[in-house]
């Protein structure tokens, strides 16, 4: 009895023994996993401090981004603006263009008016420089008729003079 307690004993030993191998082959397996769960864990933390500063510098990538936009809108609207007074600006010029057209062409016929008036003019000049050339040949004969009849006249006096002293000197004798 007390053999086969032994024996009983010797194998629930060895039973316990290989159970305790067992066991401590797990407890191996399970400090193993740990550590490669421990590692996974630090590599992870890794991640998300990484993608937590990649984050970060996107946001302020982003920030920049919208900065630089705001920056743009405000340019695009400088621009709109000055390219509608560059319109206002050419509209001006092409009136002002027109105006000065429309003026051009009135002096244009002004001056062809005043062309028709000298060339007429030019032309009365000329009639009337003949004219004043007549007159001056009709001036001169004239006036040489004039002297002519002057000195007939002065003859005709001298010999009034000379009848009126006769005259005298015939009453006289009688």
Not at 153 to 174: D, K, N, P, T, V
């Amino acid at each position: 009895e007390f053999k086969a307690h032994a024996s009983q004993s010797d194998e629930q030993q060895e039973a316990l023994l290989e159970s305790k191998k067992a066991l401590s082959l797990e407890l191996t397996s399970l400090e193993a996993e740990h550590k490669h769960v421990q590692a996974r864990n630090a590599e992870l933390e890794s991640l998300v401090d990484q993608t937590n500063d990649e984050k970060a510098a996107l946001e302020s990538q982003l920030e920049t981004i919208s900065s630089e936009k705001e920056d743009l809108a405000a340019q695009l609207d400088m621009a709109r603006q000055d390219r509608r007074k560059v319109v206002l600006q050419k509209e001006d010029i092409e009136h002002n263009h027109l105006e000065v057209c429309v003026e051009r062409d009135a002096l244009r016929e002004e001056r062809d008016d005043l062309s028709s008036q000298l060339q007429m003019s030019s032309a009365e000049c000329t009639t009337l420089q003949e004219q004043l050339s007549t007159s001056q040949s009709v001036v001169v004969s004239l006036t040489s008729e004039r002297d002519q009849l002057s000195g007939q006249l002065s003859a005709a006096s001298e010999a009034q003079g000379e009848s009126s002293a006769e005259l005298q000197e015939l009453q006289q004798m009688r």
